[in-house]
């Protein structure tokens, strides 16, 4: 199984920060890489689909890169309804795996 | 606008089952890919498998093969998922999600915590 890491597992930032979560592949999965929001009790949102395509009606201060084994997610300037986790999922191949998640809290 | 409304939370004893239900609405059930993944506390999240209903087509991850079962009623646009022989270590979030043509998730239902305890 590819084993999916992230960097770090919480961060406090205040509004208007700009912030980088990494996530890390075991093994090279091309760009086959999503990035989701999530917040206690709520469904998951999907962010960042392929490493760098911002899913439709996410706000523009989401983006992704990477390939390969090494990913990145900013948030250029971050706002009061970004303060939740996010994780990565690589769908490159079977099984698919989930990073651990970073928990992004109020400075 | 698609929407996936999963079943209560659920308690059950070790060695039981439990059946949780994802249902769809908006867009074209049978066109669907719905995966189940689970949320130990304080875990990441763990795909379980996914099931095509146009198709019939399953696949399990191999942690779970020969006890979970994802089916679906496409009369109601409605996904199951169920697990069996359950023990401790299966309380957990449990959830639904549709994935697209690339494997990516694009909706997602609340989850379902099950607890499994004595």
């Known amino acids: 199984d590819i084993q999916m890491t992230q960097s770090p597992s919480t961060l406090s930032a205040s509004v208007g920060d700009r912030v980088t979560i990494t996530c890390r592949a075991s093994q090279s999965i091309s760009s086959w890489l999503a990035w989701y929001q999530h917040k206690p009790g709520k469904a998951p949102k999907l962010l960042i689909y392929?490493?760098?395509n911002l899913q439709s009606g996410v706000p523009s201060r989401f983006s992704g890169s990477g390939s390969g084994t090494e990913f990145t997610l900013t948030i250029s300037s971050l706002q009061p309804d970004d303060f939740a986790s996010y994780f990565c999922?690589?769908?490159?191949?079977?099984?698919?795996?989930f990073g651990p998640g970073t928990k992004v809290g109020i400075k | 606008q698609v929407q996936l409304v999963q079943s209560g939370a659920e308690v059950k004893k070790p060695g039981s089952s439990v059946k949780v239900s994802c249902k769809a609405s908006g867009g074209t059930f049978s066109t669907y890919i719905i995966n189940w993944m689970r949320q130990a506390p304080g875990q990441g999240f763990e795909w379980m498998g996914r099931l095509i209903p146009y198709s019939g087509l399953v696949n399990y991850t191999q942690k779970f093969q020969g006890r979970v079962t994802i089916t679906a009623d496409k009369s109601t646009s409605t996904a199951y998922m169920e697990l069996r022989s359950l023990r401790s270590e299966d309380t957990a979030l449990y959830y639904c999600?549709?994935?697209?043509?690339?494997?990516?998730?694009?909706?997602w239902g609340q989850g379902t915590l099950v607890t499994v305890s004595s």
């Open positions: 392929l490493a760098s």
């Open positions: 999600a549709r994935g697209r043509a690339a494997d990516d998730f694009d909706y």
């Open positions: 999922h690589q769908y490159n191949s079977y099984p698919f795996t």
